[in-house]
């Protein structure tokens, strides 16, 4: 939801997320969406990839009103902004109930039961829905299938897909199927879809992606996450920048606004800070470097806020199976004096690179009156990413 005008992603769209259910079947006190799974409620997994998507211009979730204070806590714990609409008692009536809040032209209708979908797969629908109505992931049947509809029956597999979220269409076209009688009898949007007409492209979807259902459900999204198995390793990257200061009113720094009599000199807003980082978790990704990504040459990165391109080397390193782990930035100079902006720079990179405070360090020093540091005649960032690299199928 960082999304501004003439972002890396050119459109927004409004992310759905539906979590008003019982959860009957996965059994438990809680309902699953509320469970914890490695760390977070099931919830906090795929609201944060939305929450990190440039694009999303809008979450909402959809919660049980009796659910409504642990959705809201759970959302502030991880500073994730969503609008909170009240479901129905199905899931379809849930998603029409969030399809009225939706202000995008795309909206994107997922499941809350879906905690692991990639940033890649949200792309792939995205651009599946530049020429179709709809867009959805699916996978192919592996198992052998037969039908109890009579006496045991083999069924052709080589048909069949099994269908995911998030479901991507274009807001009034789905707004329209749901105006039709009997919208409720659907199981998700795409058979609504098929049922008016509209035409729905089926795009890769992801073992990883799978819904949690049944209690076994959990102990497997969890070995996913943690998988320790012997392809899964840490990779780090480094980064290095520097830019110029000049007299000015204040300067971008890690990604928040110091107020002083300073500015950094650079074609975006030359925060070096997380041109620092950026290149570490570039770095790791094994995906170059910021001038190959943001040429300094090419107009549309003028002034531009430089989160956007941390952003987008994160969805390089999560396309790359690098999932961030630490952060710890070293900024060198003289001025701005770092102490008093540490604690909100510390939170701003948590922010954005979805890791708990602890996971991330700001140091700073001096150099003790030498060199271009020392002179004040520029700001120098180091950053060191750490990340965990694993294999993303099944
Ligand atoms: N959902 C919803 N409103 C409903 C029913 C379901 O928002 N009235 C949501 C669920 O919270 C879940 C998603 O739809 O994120 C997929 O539904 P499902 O897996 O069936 O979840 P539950 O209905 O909660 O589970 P169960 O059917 O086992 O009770
Ligand atoms: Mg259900």
Redesign the pocket.
């Known amino acids: 939801m960082k999304g501004e005008e003439g972002d890396v992603a050119q459109s927004g769209y409004t992310a759905i997320?539906?979590?008003?259910?019982?959860?009957?079947?996965?059994g438990g006190s809680t309902?699953?969406?509320l469970r914890v799974l490695a760390g977070k409620p099931v919830?906090a997994w795929s609201a944060e990839r939305f929450a990190r998507d440039a694009a999303c211009r809008q979450l909402i979730i959809?919660?049980?009103p009796e659910l409504a204070d642990s959705v809201t806590s759970c959302l502030q714990t991880l500073s994730v902004e969503a609008m909170l609409v009240n479901?129905?008692?199905?899931?379809?009536?849930?998603?029409r109930a969030g399809l009225d809040a939706a202000t995008e032209d795309r909206v994107l209708i997922?499941?809350?039961?879906?905690p692991l979908l990639s940033a890649t797969l949200i792309d792939r629908l995205l651009a599946g829905l530049e020429h179709a109505d709809g867009a959805a992931p699916a996978l192919p049947v592996a198992d052998a299938l037969v039908s109890l509809s009579d006496t045991v029956t083999p069924v052709d597999r080589t048909p069949l897909r099994r269908v995911q979220?998030p479901q991507a269409f274009h807001t009034q076209v789905l707004r329209r199927a749901f105006g039709q009688s009997g919208w409720d009898a659907f199981p998700d949007e795409v058979s609504l879809a098929r049922t008016h007409g509209l035409d729905v492209v089926l795009v890769e979807g992801e073992e990883r992606n799978f819904?949690?259902?049944w209690p076994d459900d959990f102990a497997r999204a969890e070995a996913l996450i943690n998988r320790t198995g012997p392809m899964a390793m840490t990779i780090t990257g480094q980064g290095y920048d520097v830019h110029r200061l000049a007299p000015g009113d204040g300067l971008m720094l890690c990604g928040i606004r110091i107020d002083c009599p300073l500015r950094l000199v650079g074609h975006s807003d030359a925060d070096a800070g997380l041109h620092a980082l950026t290149d570490a978790v570039l770095g790791a990704a094994g995906a170059g470097d910021i001038g190959q990504h943001f040429p300094p040459s090419d107009p549309q990165w003028a002034g531009a806020s430089s989160d956007r391109f941390l952003l987008h080397a994160l969805k390089l390193a999560d396309e790359a199976g690098v999932t961030p782990l630490h952060a710890d930035i070293t900024l060198i100079c003289e001025r701005p004096k770092i102490g008093p902006n540490r604690d909100a720079m510390r939170a701003r990179i948590a922010e954005l690179l979805g890791l708990e405070l602890q996971r991330v360090n700001i140091k700073a020093t001096t150099t003790e009156g030498l060199g271009f540091t020392g002179r004040g005649e520029g700001l120098a960032a180091q950053a060191v990413f750490t990340g965990r690299l694993e294999p993303r199928d099944g």
Not at 87 to 95: C, E, F, L, N
């Open positions: 997320i539906v979590a008003a259910g019982r959860g009957e079947r996965a309902p699953k969406q919830l959809v919660t049980a479901g129905g008692a199905t899931r379809g009536a849930s998603v997922h499941d809350a039961a879906r979220t819904k949690l259902t």
